[in-house]
Protein backbone atom coordinates (compact mmCIF):
# COMPACT_ATOMS: atom_id res chain seq x y z
CA UNK A 1 0.00 0.00 0.00
CA UNK A 2 2.92 2.37 0.97
CA UNK A 3 4.51 2.01 -2.76
CA UNK A 4 0.81 2.21 -4.23
CA UNK A 5 1.00 5.78 -2.35
CA UNK A 6 4.17 7.58 -3.48
CA UNK A 7 3.89 9.76 -6.03
CA UNK A 8 4.81 8.48 -10.03
CA UNK A 9 6.11 12.12 -10.94
CA UNK A 10 7.62 14.88 -8.75
CA UNK A 11 8.80 18.14 -10.84
CA UNK A 12 11.25 20.46 -8.80
CA UNK A 13 10.48 23.46 -10.23
CA UNK A 14 12.92 26.21 -11.10
CA UNK A 15 16.09 24.96 -11.29
CA UNK A 16 18.24 27.55 -12.91
CA UNK A 17 18.84 26.16 -16.80
CA UNK A 18 22.09 25.34 -18.13
CA UNK A 19 23.26 25.81 -21.83
CA UNK A 20 26.35 26.62 -23.67
CA UNK A 21 24.37 29.55 -25.09
CA UNK A 22 24.18 33.07 -23.41
CA UNK A 23 20.69 32.83 -21.16
CA UNK A 24 19.88 36.10 -21.08
CA UNK A 25 21.42 39.54 -22.54
CA UNK A 26 24.24 40.26 -20.64
CA UNK A 27 25.04 37.64 -18.68
CA UNK A 28 28.24 35.33 -19.33
CA UNK A 29 28.07 32.08 -20.39
CA UNK A 30 29.54 29.37 -18.42
CA UNK A 31 30.26 26.17 -20.97
CA UNK A 32 32.31 23.69 -18.13
CA UNK A 33 29.43 21.63 -17.09
CA UNK A 34 29.88 20.24 -13.54
CA UNK A 35 30.95 23.45 -11.93
CA UNK A 36 27.75 25.11 -14.13
CA UNK A 37 25.65 22.54 -12.99
CA UNK A 38 26.64 22.61 -9.36
CA UNK A 39 26.33 26.27 -8.91
CA UNK A 40 22.54 26.06 -10.45
CA UNK A 41 21.90 23.69 -7.94
CA UNK A 42 23.64 25.21 -5.26
CA UNK A 43 21.53 28.67 -6.16
CA UNK A 44 17.93 26.49 -5.94
CA UNK A 45 18.83 25.62 -2.95
CA UNK A 46 19.14 29.25 -1.92
CA UNK A 47 22.73 29.75 -1.89
CA UNK A 48 23.39 33.58 -3.30
CA UNK A 49 26.99 35.14 -3.97
CA UNK A 50 25.53 37.61 -6.54
CA UNK A 51 27.27 38.96 -9.80
CA UNK A 52 30.58 40.32 -10.81
CA UNK A 53 30.60 42.86 -13.54
CA UNK A 54 33.03 42.97 -15.88
CA UNK A 55 34.05 45.37 -19.42
CA UNK A 56 34.78 43.19 -22.18
CA UNK A 57 34.70 44.27 -26.02
CA UNK A 58 32.73 47.74 -24.71
CA UNK A 59 29.99 45.55 -23.11
CA UNK A 60 29.42 45.26 -19.37
CA UNK A 61 28.71 41.34 -18.29
CA UNK A 62 27.66 40.21 -15.41
CA UNK A 63 29.56 36.82 -14.26
CA UNK A 64 28.12 34.20 -11.39
CA UNK A 65 30.66 34.51 -8.35
CA UNK A 66 29.39 31.40 -7.27
CA UNK A 67 30.39 29.88 -10.88
CA UNK A 68 33.67 31.66 -10.64
CA UNK A 69 34.05 30.63 -7.11
CA UNK A 70 33.52 26.62 -8.15
CA UNK A 71 35.17 26.55 -11.15
CA UNK A 72 38.07 27.98 -9.60
CA UNK A 73 38.16 26.36 -6.67
CA UNK A 74 37.85 22.34 -8.38
CA UNK A 75 40.77 23.49 -10.66
CA UNK A 76 39.02 23.72 -14.24
CA UNK A 77 39.52 27.41 -14.45
CA UNK A 78 43.56 26.97 -14.77
CA UNK A 79 43.15 23.34 -16.87
CA UNK A 80 44.45 22.19 -19.99
CA UNK A 81 44.91 18.51 -21.51
CA UNK A 82 45.85 17.31 -24.89
CA UNK A 83 46.42 13.40 -25.08
CA UNK A 84 48.56 12.83 -28.45
CA UNK A 85 46.33 13.22 -31.52
CA UNK A 86 43.08 14.49 -31.97
CA UNK A 87 40.67 13.65 -28.74
CA UNK A 88 37.05 14.96 -28.10
CA UNK A 89 37.68 13.99 -24.48
CA UNK A 90 40.73 16.68 -24.04
CA UNK A 91 37.86 18.77 -22.53
CA UNK A 92 37.25 16.38 -19.33
CA UNK A 93 38.32 18.20 -16.16
CA UNK A 94 39.07 14.66 -14.40
CA UNK A 95 42.14 14.59 -16.78
CA UNK A 96 43.56 17.64 -15.04
CA UNK A 97 45.52 15.62 -13.08
CA UNK A 98 45.89 11.83 -12.00
CA UNK A 99 43.56 12.56 -9.04
CA UNK A 100 40.20 11.72 -10.94
CA UNK A 101 37.86 12.72 -8.02
CA UNK A 102 39.79 16.27 -7.22
CA UNK A 103 37.60 18.39 -9.17
CA UNK A 104 34.15 16.89 -7.22
CA UNK A 105 35.57 16.74 -3.69
CA UNK A 106 37.66 20.22 -3.88
CA UNK A 107 34.34 21.99 -5.24
CA UNK A 108 31.54 20.73 -2.71
CA UNK A 109 34.42 21.41 -0.07
CA UNK A 110 34.54 25.21 -0.76
CA UNK A 111 31.16 25.37 -1.65
CA UNK A 112 30.13 23.89 2.01
CA UNK A 113 28.35 21.08 1.12
CA UNK A 114 28.14 17.20 1.59
CA UNK A 115 27.95 14.27 -1.50
CA UNK A 116 28.01 11.28 -2.04
CA UNK A 117 28.49 9.40 -5.88
CA UNK A 118 26.99 6.59 -6.63
CA UNK A 119 28.75 4.00 -8.17
CA UNK A 120 27.50 1.15 -9.73
CA UNK A 121 27.13 -1.87 -7.45
CA UNK A 122 29.07 -5.40 -8.03
CA UNK A 123 26.33 -7.09 -7.35
CA UNK A 124 22.50 -6.24 -7.56
CA UNK A 125 19.98 -4.11 -10.49
CA UNK A 126 22.12 -1.02 -10.59
CA UNK A 127 19.23 0.75 -12.82
CA UNK A 128 16.92 -0.09 -9.88
CA UNK A 129 19.69 1.25 -7.13
CA UNK A 130 20.47 4.65 -9.23
CA UNK A 131 16.33 5.23 -9.69
CA UNK A 132 15.81 4.45 -6.04
CA UNK A 133 18.71 6.71 -5.14
CA UNK A 134 17.67 9.34 -7.40
CA UNK A 135 13.87 9.37 -6.50
CA UNK A 136 14.77 9.69 -2.73
CA UNK A 137 16.94 12.89 -3.64
CA UNK A 138 14.20 14.53 -5.21
CA UNK A 139 11.27 13.11 -3.97
CA UNK A 140 11.92 13.15 -0.46
CA UNK A 141 14.90 15.94 0.55
CA UNK A 142 13.67 18.01 -2.72
CA UNK A 143 17.51 18.16 -3.82
CA UNK A 144 18.45 18.23 -7.50
CA UNK A 145 20.82 15.07 -8.43
CA UNK A 146 23.69 15.88 -10.90
CA UNK A 147 23.76 13.57 -13.35
CA UNK A 148 26.89 12.50 -16.05
CA UNK A 149 25.37 11.33 -19.70
CA UNK A 150 21.61 10.96 -19.51
CA UNK A 151 21.23 13.24 -22.55
CA UNK A 152 24.60 13.48 -24.86
CA UNK A 153 28.01 12.54 -23.68
CA UNK A 154 29.09 11.59 -20.33
CA UNK A 155 29.37 15.61 -19.24
CA UNK A 156 27.77 16.63 -16.10
CA UNK A 157 23.67 17.65 -16.30
CA UNK A 158 20.78 18.35 -14.09
CA UNK A 159 18.27 15.88 -13.00
CA UNK A 160 15.49 17.65 -11.39
CA UNK A 161 12.47 15.34 -11.59
CA UNK A 162 10.96 12.25 -12.28
CA UNK A 163 7.67 10.22 -14.32
CA UNK A 164 6.17 7.22 -14.73
CA UNK A 165 8.12 5.95 -11.31
CA UNK A 166 11.29 6.88 -12.58
CA UNK A 167 10.78 5.45 -15.92
CA UNK A 168 11.50 9.05 -17.28
CA UNK A 169 14.12 11.35 -16.07
CA UNK A 170 13.53 14.89 -16.23
CA UNK A 171 16.10 18.19 -16.10
CA UNK A 172 18.73 20.24 -17.82
CA UNK A 173 21.39 18.66 -19.93
CA UNK A 174 23.85 21.07 -22.19
CA UNK A 175 22.93 18.66 -25.18
CA UNK A 176 19.40 18.43 -24.76
CA UNK A 177 18.86 20.70 -28.45
CA UNK A 178 22.00 19.38 -30.11
CA UNK A 179 20.59 17.29 -33.31
CA UNK A 180 23.77 14.60 -32.39
CA UNK A 181 22.33 13.86 -29.56
CA UNK A 182 18.99 14.51 -28.63
CA UNK A 183 17.21 11.58 -30.52
CA UNK A 184 14.47 10.63 -28.59
CA UNK A 185 14.34 13.59 -25.99
CA UNK A 186 10.74 14.90 -25.10
CA UNK A 187 10.50 18.37 -23.51
CA UNK A 188 8.32 19.63 -20.65
CA UNK A 189 6.81 23.42 -21.05
CA UNK A 190 9.22 24.76 -18.56
CA UNK A 191 11.99 23.39 -21.06
CA UNK A 192 13.48 20.28 -18.99
CA UNK A 193 14.11 17.52 -20.96
CA UNK A 194 12.14 14.40 -20.17
CA UNK A 195 14.48 11.36 -21.29
CA UNK A 196 13.33 7.45 -21.06
CA UNK A 197 15.67 4.31 -21.02
CA UNK A 198 18.07 6.54 -19.34
CA UNK A 199 20.35 3.98 -17.51
CA UNK A 200 22.25 3.05 -20.57
CA UNK A 201 23.27 6.72 -21.05
CA UNK A 202 23.89 7.24 -17.40
CA UNK A 203 27.35 7.25 -15.26
CA UNK A 204 27.93 7.81 -11.62
CA UNK A 205 24.96 10.66 -10.56
CA UNK A 206 26.31 13.03 -7.69
CA UNK A 207 23.81 13.31 -4.68
CA UNK A 208 23.85 16.71 -3.06
CA UNK A 209 24.31 16.01 0.92
CA UNK A 210 23.66 18.10 3.93
CA UNK A 211 25.10 21.64 4.02
CA UNK A 212 28.44 21.15 6.34
CA UNK A 213 30.49 23.70 7.61
CA UNK A 214 32.07 25.88 4.78
CA UNK A 215 36.39 26.16 5.58
CA UNK A 216 37.48 29.72 6.33
CA UNK A 217 37.99 31.27 3.36
CA UNK A 218 41.66 32.37 3.30
CA UNK A 219 42.40 28.67 4.14
CA UNK A 220 40.05 27.78 1.03
CA UNK A 221 41.30 30.20 -1.37
CA UNK A 222 45.04 28.95 -0.51
CA UNK A 223 44.09 25.35 -1.20
CA UNK A 224 42.83 26.29 -4.48
CA UNK A 225 45.84 28.61 -5.47
CA UNK A 226 48.16 25.28 -4.40
CA UNK A 227 45.98 23.03 -6.38
CA UNK A 228 46.60 25.65 -9.37
CA UNK A 229 49.60 25.66 -9.64
CA UNK A 230 49.91 21.54 -9.37
CA UNK A 231 47.59 21.57 -12.61
CA UNK A 232 49.50 23.92 -14.51
CA UNK A 233 53.01 22.63 -13.62
CA UNK A 234 51.79 18.71 -13.88
CA UNK A 235 53.40 18.27 -17.28
CA UNK A 236 52.08 14.61 -17.96
CA UNK A 237 48.45 12.65 -16.81
CA UNK A 238 48.94 8.93 -16.96
CA UNK A 239 45.78 7.87 -15.16
CA UNK A 240 43.13 7.52 -17.84
CA UNK A 241 42.88 4.91 -20.76
CA UNK A 242 46.47 3.85 -20.29
CA UNK A 243 47.19 6.69 -22.60
CA UNK A 244 50.04 9.85 -21.72
CA UNK A 245 48.53 13.08 -21.66
CA UNK A 246 50.16 16.64 -22.17
CA UNK A 247 49.50 18.47 -19.65
CA UNK A 248 48.48 22.36 -17.94
CA UNK A 249 51.65 24.13 -19.65
CA UNK A 250 52.84 21.05 -21.71
CA UNK A 251 49.14 21.32 -23.14
CA UNK A 252 49.93 24.54 -25.25
CA UNK A 253 53.55 23.20 -26.77
CA UNK A 254 51.67 19.84 -27.76
CA UNK A 255 48.48 21.98 -29.68
CA UNK A 256 50.50 24.43 -31.26
CA UNK A 257 52.66 21.86 -32.44
CA UNK A 258 49.80 19.25 -34.06
CA UNK A 259 48.53 22.77 -35.59
CA UNK A 260 51.61 22.14 -38.11
CA UNK A 261 50.75 18.65 -38.83
CA UNK A 262 49.88 19.83 -42.53
CA UNK A 263 49.21 16.11 -43.82
CA UNK A 264 46.53 16.00 -41.06
CA UNK A 265 45.09 18.90 -41.81
CA UNK A 266 45.84 20.13 -45.62
CA UNK A 267 43.04 17.76 -46.93
CA UNK A 268 39.47 17.52 -48.98
CA UNK A 269 38.06 15.08 -46.53
CA UNK A 270 35.83 17.41 -44.38
CA UNK A 271 34.16 14.77 -42.07
CA UNK A 272 38.05 14.15 -41.04
CA UNK A 273 38.98 17.78 -40.55
CA UNK A 274 35.69 19.06 -38.99
CA UNK A 275 36.63 16.66 -36.41
CA UNK A 276 40.34 17.57 -36.26
CA UNK A 277 38.94 21.61 -35.91
CA UNK A 278 36.65 20.73 -33.38
CA UNK A 279 39.41 19.71 -30.92
CA UNK A 280 41.05 22.47 -31.65
CA UNK A 281 38.17 24.48 -30.96
CA UNK A 282 36.90 23.21 -27.71
CA UNK A 283 40.96 23.71 -26.86
CA UNK A 284 40.42 27.51 -27.56
CA UNK A 285 36.56 27.45 -25.49
CA UNK A 286 38.68 25.90 -22.52
CA UNK A 287 41.71 28.78 -22.60
CA UNK A 288 39.16 31.35 -23.41
CA UNK A 289 36.43 30.26 -20.72
CA UNK A 290 38.96 29.11 -17.94
CA UNK A 291 41.25 32.21 -17.86
CA UNK A 292 38.72 34.33 -18.12
CA UNK A 293 36.77 32.86 -14.78
CA UNK A 294 40.64 32.60 -13.33
CA UNK A 295 41.21 36.22 -13.58
CA UNK A 296 37.60 36.90 -11.88
CA UNK A 297 38.62 34.38 -8.89
CA UNK A 298 42.02 35.58 -8.41
CA UNK A 299 40.18 39.23 -8.48
CA UNK A 300 38.21 38.23 -6.01
CA UNK A 301 41.16 35.95 -3.94
CA UNK A 302 42.95 39.80 -3.93
CA UNK A 303 40.09 41.43 -2.21
CA UNK A 304 40.25 38.81 1.20
CA UNK A 305 43.54 38.35 0.87
CA UNK A 306 45.64 42.21 0.63
CA UNK A 307 48.83 40.50 1.66
CA UNK A 308 48.58 38.37 -1.57
CA UNK A 309 46.67 41.45 -3.79
CA UNK A 310 49.75 42.57 -5.98
CA UNK A 311 51.22 39.78 -7.37
CA UNK A 312 47.34 37.82 -7.43
CA UNK A 313 46.14 41.35 -9.22
CA UNK A 314 49.43 40.64 -11.88
CA UNK A 315 47.88 37.11 -12.58
CA UNK A 316 44.54 38.25 -13.38
CA UNK A 317 46.12 40.36 -15.90
CA UNK A 318 47.86 37.56 -16.96
CA UNK A 319 45.05 35.42 -17.59
CA UNK A 320 42.59 37.94 -18.56
CA UNK A 321 45.31 38.78 -21.31
CA UNK A 322 45.42 35.44 -22.20
CA UNK A 323 41.47 35.33 -22.65
CA UNK A 324 41.81 37.82 -25.05
CA UNK A 325 44.47 36.02 -27.24
CA UNK A 326 41.83 33.15 -27.53
CA UNK A 327 39.52 35.68 -29.40
CA UNK A 328 42.42 36.63 -31.49
CA UNK A 329 42.29 32.85 -32.54
CA UNK A 330 38.62 32.70 -32.89
CA UNK A 331 38.83 35.77 -35.22
CA UNK A 332 41.48 34.50 -37.71
CA UNK A 333 38.84 32.18 -38.67
CA UNK A 334 36.35 35.07 -38.83
CA UNK A 335 34.93 34.74 -35.22
CA UNK A 336 33.11 32.18 -33.10
CA UNK A 337 31.78 29.08 -35.07
CA UNK A 338 31.74 25.77 -36.50
CA UNK A 339 31.03 26.12 -39.83
CA UNK A 340 32.18 24.73 -42.93
CA UNK A 341 33.98 28.50 -43.76
CA UNK A 342 35.58 28.18 -40.62
CA UNK A 343 36.97 24.62 -41.22
CA UNK A 344 38.06 25.12 -44.61
CA UNK A 345 39.95 28.19 -43.41
CA UNK A 346 41.18 26.03 -40.69
CA UNK A 347 42.80 24.00 -43.58
CA UNK A 348 45.00 26.72 -44.46
CA UNK A 349 48.80 26.47 -43.19
CA UNK A 350 50.01 29.40 -42.96
CA UNK A 351 46.81 30.73 -40.55
CA UNK A 352 47.25 27.39 -38.51
CA UNK A 353 50.68 28.82 -38.28
CA UNK A 354 49.80 31.92 -36.65
CA UNK A 355 47.23 30.41 -34.28
CA UNK A 356 49.97 28.38 -32.94
CA UNK A 357 51.95 31.32 -32.21
CA UNK A 358 48.84 32.76 -30.48
CA UNK A 359 48.79 29.18 -28.48
CA UNK A 360 52.75 30.04 -27.26
CA UNK A 361 52.06 33.45 -26.30
CA UNK A 362 49.03 32.39 -24.20
CA UNK A 363 51.56 29.41 -22.95
CA UNK A 364 54.05 32.26 -22.08
CA UNK A 365 51.16 34.27 -20.17
CA UNK A 366 49.93 30.71 -18.18
CA UNK A 367 53.58 30.24 -17.22
CA UNK A 368 53.86 34.34 -15.92
CA UNK A 369 50.55 33.77 -13.92
CA UNK A 370 51.93 30.15 -12.20
CA UNK A 371 54.93 32.32 -11.30
CA UNK A 372 52.78 35.28 -9.50
CA UNK A 373 50.55 32.94 -7.75
CA UNK A 374 53.74 31.04 -6.63
CA UNK A 375 54.79 34.08 -5.04
CA UNK A 376 52.02 35.59 -3.63
CA UNK A 377 51.60 32.45 -1.49
CA UNK A 378 55.05 32.22 -0.49
CA UNK A 379 53.61 35.47 1.28
Not at 194 to 207: E, G, H, N, S
Request: aromatic residues 12%; proline residues 6%.
Amino acid sequence: MANQAEPARVVLEGVPRVSFEVIEPGRDVETTPFPACLRACLEYLGEDYGYIETEFDGQIWRSSRLYAHLIGACGAAFRLSWRPGWHEDNVEIMYMSDEPGAPFERAFRAAGYEYEILFPQEEGDNEAYFRRRIIESIRDRSRPVLGFGVVGPPECCIIAGYDAGGDVLIGWSFFQHIPLFNAGVEFEPSGYFRKRAWFPDTQTPILIGDKAERPPPGEVYRDALAWALKVVRTPVVSAYLNADRHNGLAAYDAWAEHLTHDDELTTDDMGALFGRFSVHDSAVGTVAEGRWYAHLFLKEIAGHEPGMAEELLAAAACYRAEHDLMWDNWNLLGGLGQTEAHVRKFADPELRRRMASIIRRARDQDAEAAGLIERALAK
